[in-house]
């Protein structure tokens, strides 16, 4: 009984303890060690945070290119029409470096035709206007399009971008693609902060990659639940590119964009059998191939009256491309008429270049499409009488 008897005397101690405010060793070490688990596990999240953060630069860069490339990087690209060499500059463009805050004559903004895709060094738009003493820049690059441009020139304005003139590229047989069913109301309104470019360490510290994965991914999953939620077709919101994804270099520019897969290299590289002067596609036929439908048409639209109030103190000019089919003969009423649309709704914005009916079969590579050295040289003319003729440097621009 009395070991019944003192156990029941230390339970009233104890419970007159705690009424007097008073707690034993064992309950006072409780919260202390709470605490301690609480800062340990705080740490080791933000170790795992800035882990991350650090492991996603291996797979993200800051760059103006869809396609980043290191600065003063030399590509050789090989096809059947032709083997070339490209070389980019400071900021991996094919173009004079890009100085901030300089006055350039002129910038351009386009995709392969302007960028000068099978042409080499000293006969490309860009190697002739600066023989007629023209200061340009050229931020063109293969496989983008108008969403991509308009992307572009927001990050050069952010950068100290500065020009009299900004001339548009839009090559009617493949600028429409992958645009009908982009939500682009977001990319259009985004503010661009200056510079656009660096990362720092208070953008380490603030977790920018991460912060941007994640908005993306947040962003294909909203998408995904509204469409299969609503019964509504898979509609991609553009969300703005604040890095691009890494890709390895090669030399090689074939295997660089293909990533080294080498069926796709295959069918880039071109077939010798098949010259672009033997198809002859439907109206239909066509019209989806280039993706040129009312949908693609507004989307681009929008994007195009867009750009010329993120730098209003340039004139912007529209440089219509025809494809290599029109090219080669082929013609369509209703492809006449998107063309006329172009140039009534954006006659306020732009004034327009229509080079439809003035490139020949002779200034196009026969199987892959793209200008050869005349092509760029009819093009310069074009662009270059917009401008004012100045003498050419003896030295290199900036």
């Known amino acids: 009984m009395n070991k019944y008897k003192k156990i029941k005397f230390q339970l009233r101690m104890n ?57 003063y990087a030399v590509q050789r690209h090989t096809t059947v029409d032709y083997d070339v060499v490209y070389r980019y500059n400071n900021y991996g463009l094919r173009s004079p470096d890009f100085v901030p805050g300089f006055l350039y004559d002129a910038v351009l903004f386009g995709d392969s035709f302007f960028f000068g895709q099978g042409v080499g060094e000293g006969n490309t738009l860009v190697d002739v206007l600066q023989e007629k003493g023209i200061k340009v ?35 009617l047989g493949n600028d429409f693609q992958d645009i009908a069913d982009k939500d682009i109301d977001e990319a259009l309104v985004y503010r661009y902060p200056s510079p ?3 990362y720092n360490v208070r953008s380490f510290l603030t977790l920018t990659r991460m912060r941007y994965e994640l908005k993306r991914k947040r962003q294909a999953l909203y998408d995904w639940l509204h469409s299969r939620t609503g019964g509504l077709p898979m509609r991609e919101t553009v969300v703005v590119h604040e890095f691009e994804h890494r890709r390895k270099f090669d030399t090689d520019w074939l295997r660089f964009f293909t990533g ?5 290299m295959a069918a880039m590289a071109g077939n010798r059998e098949r010259p672009l002067d033997r198809e002859k596609p439907t109206e239909a036929a066509y019209l989806e191939k280039i993706q040129l439908t009312p949908a693609s048409f507004y989307n681009t639209l929008r994007i195009l009256k867009a750009m010329p109030s993120r730098l209003p103190e340039a004139r912007f000019y529209l440089v219509l491309i025809p494809g290599p089919h ?32 003035r490139t020949t079969p002779a200034m196009h ?7 050869q050295a005349r092509g760029h040289r009819l093009a310069a003319e074009a662009l270059g009488s917009h401008l004012p003729v100045k003498a050419p440097q003896m030295v290199q621009q900036p």
């Open 326 to 357: 029109y090219v080669w003969g082929w013609r369509s009423p209703k492809y006449e008429r998107y063309v006329e649309q172009l140039k009534a709704r954006l006659a306020a914005s732009f004034t327009v270049i229509d080079l439809h009916g």
């Open 365 to 371: 590579f026969l199987h892959d499409g793209h200008w």
């Open 196 to 198: 656009f470019l660096h």
């Open 260 to 264: 080294n897969r080498p069926e796709l």
């Open 137 to 171: 820049l050229n931020v063109s690059e293969i496989a983008t399009n108008p969403i991509d441009y308009y992307h572009k020139l927001n990050v050069m304005k952010a950068q100290g971008l500065r020009s009299r003139a900004v001339f548009v590229g839009l090559c």
């Open 15 to 71: 419970n007159n303890e705690e009424r007097d405010g008073v707690l034993n060793p064992h309950e006072a070490g409780r919260p202390r060690a709470l605490f301690t688990n609480i800062m340990v596990l705080l740490v080791v999240l933000a170790l795992a945070l800035y882990l991350t953060e650090w492991l996603l630069g291996f797979y993200l860069v800051k760059a103006v290119s869809r396609y980043p490339l290191p600065p």
